[in-house]
């Protein structure tokens, strides 16, 4: 029977995915209603943390999008990756992962995407390497940085105080050595732009030619007055979210041992509380002091995408838990003594998900908590962690898409075979790099 149910889950997810945008949480619903009315199973609770922390830390998002701070954060990336143009290979990657480590989200990359295409084409280096270094170091970031919903995902599922800034202190270094990997892996990855057949064709085109080789116009969005002071109102929340963590002591305690979805036993509020509510009054601060209306906020492009990742996580983490607390008993004793005797194997099975659910957040929320039941010790999870980040396998997620159609020389591109693109070595040389020093580092350090 448990194996029919996992059919389902997997039928579920590959649909979902077809179907892009809300059609992983829609799926997960037709799961979540054959799993309660067929198959008699018992829901188990819906994804409440994750969706809350989700609407707000996007929100914090969207206020520094409308306040103008992304595009202030944007214009500084800029000016580093046009400083060394010649390096852009290692400079573009380790600018957009400490961008996108800052402010929590992978979207911020499309700024930057136009910009590393530009340069590398006239300075007459393949732009297929760092624009897809740097899309594999957008999505690797958000497995370390205090302000994505995984991290808070998976600070929740641990439970412990100093969560937190022991996800920071494990991803940050690992995933960021992962990065320079996979920056050092695709340098000389195919042929050089001057003896690339496709390109010489193009450059045949003189107004392609033209287009290519004139000086960009000096067409940057005008930063807004308050965009500095949005960045540093965010800043701090971000300060404050590690702040707490490193120190429990700071954490409100209500002195009420009343256990609920934000109370502790202890009566101390639980860090997915403490992350909402200082992000929340960041939003507030930075409307206030920058003048940013709700309105444009909520017009902002990282609001709408929130209703999307909210009910994706809503279904297909829902359908995905009850799933395996209905089949606990099973998968524990299947699974239990590999995964104890041999942690790092759960890489694999969280790997695999990550492909399937083309979210961060849902990944870590369905497949953590699974490692935690099977016994695998925290330090190990922390080095896993950024097993997440598999949805470059199939070449569907935006940002993938985006620097295909930004590369104007061609040379970022999905092979004849689907997944023999552009994104399939820097993504398999970033992510198994930080895994393996992150296996060394949540030993060393935790």
């Known amino acids: 029977m448990i194996w029919i149910q996992f059919l389902i889950v997997l039928i579920m997810i590959l649909i979902g995915a077809n179907m892009k945008g809300i059609g992983l949480g829609v799926?997960?619903?037709?799961?979540?209603?054959?799993?309660?009315?067929?198959?008699?199973?018992?829901?188990?609770?819906p994804p409440l943390d994750v969706m809350l922390i989700i609407i707000a830390i996007v929100t914090t998002g969207?206020?520094?999008?409308?306040?103008?701070?992304?595009d202030y954060l944007v214009s500084i990336a800029e000016k580093i990756i046009r400083s060394n143009p010649s390096q852009i290979t290692f400079l573009a990657p380790v600018t957009t992962?400490?961008?996108?480590?800052?402010?929590?989200?992978?979207?911020?990359?499309?700024?930057?995407?136009?910009?590393?295409?530009?340069?590398?084409?006239?300075?007459?280096?393949?732009?297929?390497?760092?624009?897809?270094?740097?899309?594999?170091?957008?999505h690797i970031a958000l497995t370390g940085s205090p302000m994505s919903a995984a991290t808070a995902a998976m600070?929740?599922?641990?439970?412990?105080?100093?969560?937190?800034?022991?996800?920071?202190?494990?991803?940050?270094?690992?995933?960021?050595?992962?990065?320079?990997?996979?920056?050092?892996?695709?340098?000389?990855?195919g042929k050089e732009l001057n003896d690339d057949p496709d390109?010489?064709?193009?450059?045949?085109?003189?107004?392609?030619?033209?287009?290519?080789?004139?000086?960009?116009?000096?067409?940057?969005?005008?930063?807004?007055?308050?965009?500095?002071?949005?960045?540093?109102?965010f800043g701090i929340a971000i300060l404050l979210v590690v702040l707490c963590g490193a120190f429990p002591s700071l954490v409100p305690n209500t002195g009420k041992g009343d256990l609920n979805f934000s109370v502790k036993a202890d009566g101390t509020l639980t860090m997915g509380s403490v992350i909402e509510i200082i992000t929340l009054s960041a939003t507030a601060l930075i409307m206030l002091v920058t003048k940013t209306s709700a309105e444009a906020v909520t017009k902002a492009s990282l609001f709408t995408s929130m209703a999307t990742a909210v009910i994706s996580v809503f279904g297909v983490v829902w359908m995905s838990s009850t799933f395996m607390a209905n089949n606990e008993h099973v998968i524990k004793e299947a699974l239990?003594?590999?995964?104890?005797?041999?942690?790092?194997?759960?890489?694999?099975?969280?790997?695999?998900?990550?492909?399937?659910?083309?979210?961060?957040?849902?990944?870590?929320?369905?497949?953590?908590?699974?490692?935690?039941?099977?016994?695998?010790?925290?330090?190990?999870?922390?080095?896993?962690?950024?097993?997440?980040?598999?949805?470059?396998?199939?070449?569907?997620?935006?940002?993938?898409?985006a620097a295909i159609n930004f590369?104007?020389?061609?040379?970022?591109?999905?092979?004849?075979?689907v997944i023999n693109h552009s994104f399939m070595l820097p993504g398999f040389v970033v992510i198994g790099t930080?895994?393996?020093?992150?296996?060394?580092?949540s030993h060393i350090l935790l």
């Not at 995964?339 to 759960?346: C, G, L, M, S």
């Open 27 to 45: 799926m997960g619903m037709v799961g979540m209603l054959i799993f309660v009315s067929v198959f008699h199973m018992h829901p188990t609770e």
């Open 407 to 417: 590369d104007r020389t061609g040379t970022t591109k999905i092979g004849k075979y």
């Open 434 to 441: 930080a895994i393996i020093i992150g296996f060394l580092l």
């Open 336 to 401: 239990g003594g590999i995964a104890q005797a041999h942690p790092w194997t759960f890489t694999f099975a969280v790997f695999i998900m990550g492909v399937l659910m083309f979210s961060q957040a849902a990944t870590t929320r369905t497949m953590m908590p699974l490692g935690v039941a099977l016994g695998i010790a925290n330090p190990n999870l922390l080095a896993m962690f950024p097993a997440v980040n598999a949805d470059f396998v199939l070449p569907g997620y935006p940002t993938l898409l």
């Open 62 to 70: 969207a206020a520094l999008q409308a306040a103008g701070g992304l």
């Open 199 to 233: 390109f010489i064709e193009k450059m045949k085109d003189p107004e392609f030619a033209q287009s290519i080789d004139a000086d960009s116009a000096e067409n940057k969005k005008a930063i807004k007055p308050g965009a500095k002071t949005a960045v540093l109102i």
């Open 155 to 189: 600070a929740a599922i641990l439970a412990y105080p100093s969560a937190v800034v022991d996800i920071m202190k494990v991803g940050i270094p690992s995933c960021l050595l992962g990065v320079l990997a996979g920056a050092l892996a695709v340098r000389k990855k």
């Open 97 to 138: 992962y400490f961008l996108c480590l800052f402010a929590g989200t992978s979207h911020i990359v499309y700024s930057l995407l136009p910009i590393i295409s530009e340069v590398a084409a006239k300075k007459r280096i393949r732009p297929e390497r760092p624009l897809s270094v740097s899309v594999i170091a957008s």
